[in-house]
Structures are given as structure tokens and as C-alpha cells.
């Protein structure tokens, strides 16, 4: 499973990163509804660029933000000072690698250190 940051599917949109298109044809491609937001919610979008990203989006598996996410992601913050986008992307990936609460046992234990 390969979860794709919103800077891939911007990038993929320009002539020199054209080769990121390849990715999008894979199975295993992922993406956050967080990176939807990102990349839709740019407030220069043009209605050309908003189509292709649209369809890109309808190749890429969306994965919804859950509670669980939102759990891991708090503490993830906390932990490591990342940003708010940061900490949601990444508590998707490892929520998906295993389940949240295997996670949240794991964190538990850093902050025991």
C-alpha cells in the first residue's frame, strides 16, 4: 500500500513531472480525504486543474478520517511537533499498517520513556 501525498498530485499536473501519472494506475494507490482537501481547496484552482485532480481522485482509493485516525494523530502531534495535516497522514498510515490500538499501546509506551 503506498499513501500519496497531496505534492505528487499537484506535481503530476506539469509537463516535468509528467511520470507521476504512472503512479496513479497502480492498485495499492492511497489517498487521505486531508490531501482532497489540500489539493481542492487551493483557493487559485482553475477549473482545468480541479478536472484533472477530480480524475485522479476517481482512480485513488480515499481513505475517510475516522476517530481512530484522529486519536493517533493527536498523540503523533504531540509527540513529534508535526503539523495538523502531518499528524493525520501520518496516523493513516500506521492505523492502516496495523490496528489503532496496537498504536496506541506503542505510543503509550514512548511516553513511558
Known amino acids: 500500500m503506498k499513501l500519496i501525498d ?3 498530485i499537484i506535481y503530476s499536473a506539469t509537463e516535468e513531472y509528467a511520470f507521476l501519472k504512472g503512479l496513479f494506475k497502480e492498485e495499492n494507490i492511497f489517498i487521505s480525504d ?3 482537501l489540500e489539493v481542492l481547496g487551493f483557493h487559485k484552482i ?3 486543474q480541479q478536472e484533472y ?5 476517481s482512480l485513488i482509493n480515499i481513505i475517510p478520517v475516522s476517530s ?10 504531540r509527540t513529534y511537533n508535526l503539523s495538523v495535516g502531518d499528524s493525520i497522514l501520518s496516523a493513516k498510515q500506521i492505523c492502516i499498517v496495523e490496528p489503532c490500538t496496537q498504536i496506541m499501546k506503542m505510543i503509550s509506551k514512548i511516553f513511558r520513556l
Open 53 to 57: 485532480f477530480n480524475s485522479i481522485f
Open 46 to 48: 482553475t477549473t482545468e
Open 68 to 77: 481512530e485516525i484522529i486519536e493517533a494523530a493527536i498523540q503523533l502531534r
Open 34 to 36: 486531508i490531501t482532497r
Open 6 to 8: 497531496s505534492n505528487i
